[in-house]
């Protein structure tokens, strides 16, 4: 399993660009709006860690959501999957997250 992502979902999209890419020196990989008012942008360092910044204008205090979340890729994706609806921990998934990725979200 790989440590890939980290995802924080912020109000101020310019102040964490800023941030992330003049501050810190990270690199802007890609950016999206998959709907009206929502945009995502990619950072990764030298190492490849990435940083996604969420940010929605409709849902500005994320309504109770937790603003950061963690991705790791593993070989065991199924598995995992399986281990977590068992426990009764998995929150949503598993979502298709753009043509090679797929993701489940458990608390």
């Known amino acids: 399993m790989r440590f890939c992502w980290c995802t924080i979902k912020t109000k101020e999209m310019e102040k964490s660009r800023e941030f992330y890419g003049g501050f810190l020196g990270m690199r802007a990989e890609r950016s999206s709006s998959p709907a009206p008012g929502t945009e995502i942008v990619f950072f990764s360092d030298e190492n490849r ?3 996604e910044l969420i ?13 950061v979340t963690i991705g790791f890729r593993t070989d065991g994706f199924d598995r995992l999957l399986d281990e977590s609806r068992e426990k009764g921990i998995l929150d949503l998934g598993p979502v298709r997250m753009g043509k090679d990725m797929e993701c489940f979200f458990y608390s």
């Open 49 to 51: 860690m990435e940083v």
């Open 55 to 67: 940010s929605k204008e409709e849902i500005p205090e994320w309504q109770g959501e937790c603003p």
